[in-house]
């Protein structure tokens, strides 16, 4: 693990042991891009910064830079009642891919603050398998079922438990190691 692994998933946990993480908004970009720059501010000096380039792994390509602010805005406005929205906002969210690099962890943590915030639950990420998580994610575009699915079976209530959820920010960071 290098160090500025190690120094962000510090940052993490800190967030998350003290009354901080509660303070930001949840379900908007603004909140997306405040954990992102409180992450990883030491490291990318474009941390909380929209990417300004196109990205691709493998055959997938994210969303063109062209179209990222106006994907964002509508992605704001989408529902989050329930968690198949909150799911579904969640897969357009990692879809655009909003930052250079890390868009992936910081996206997943976005989601169990809005989970918390909205439904009381959190996803224990320690009980997702990596390579099922992504084989579910690249399938999400078409078919959300799986992600659900996989999702729903890690759900949690026990969202003051900080251990889970310290544990399971850690399992995650490694889901975009390739």
């Not at 510090?10 to 891009?33: D, P, Y």
């Not at 602010?69 to 969210?93: C, R, T, V």
């Amino acid at each position: 693990m290098q160090d500025s692994d190690k120094k962000s998933l510090e940052n993490a946990k800190l967030l998350f042991s003290t009354v901080a993480v509660r303070q930001f908004e949840v379900g908007n970009f603004k909140s997306l891009r405040q954990l992102h720059l409180f992450l990883f501010k030491e490291f990318y000096p474009d941390a909380g910064c929209l990417r300004q380039t196109n990205l691709s792994e493998g055959s997938f390509r994210y969303l063109s830079v062209a179209y990222l602010e106006d994907a964002l805005s509508k992605i704001e406005k989408l529902p989050q009642s329930n968690f198949q929205e909150i799911l579904s906002k969640y897969i357009e969210m990692n879809l655009a891919h909003p930052f250079r690099t890390t868009s992936g962890w910081t996206t997943r943590i976005w989601l169990n603050m809005l989970l918390q915030k909205q439904l009381g639950k959190v996803i224990d990420w320690t009980k997702v398998d990596k390579t099922s998580y992504l084989q579910a994610m690249d399938r999400s575009l078409i078919n959300q079922l799986e992600l659900n699915v996989l999702s729903q079976r890690a759900l949690s209530d026990d969202i003051d438990n900080l251990d889970m959820i310290l544990n399971g920010l850690e399992s995650s960071y490694f889901f975009d190691e390739t």
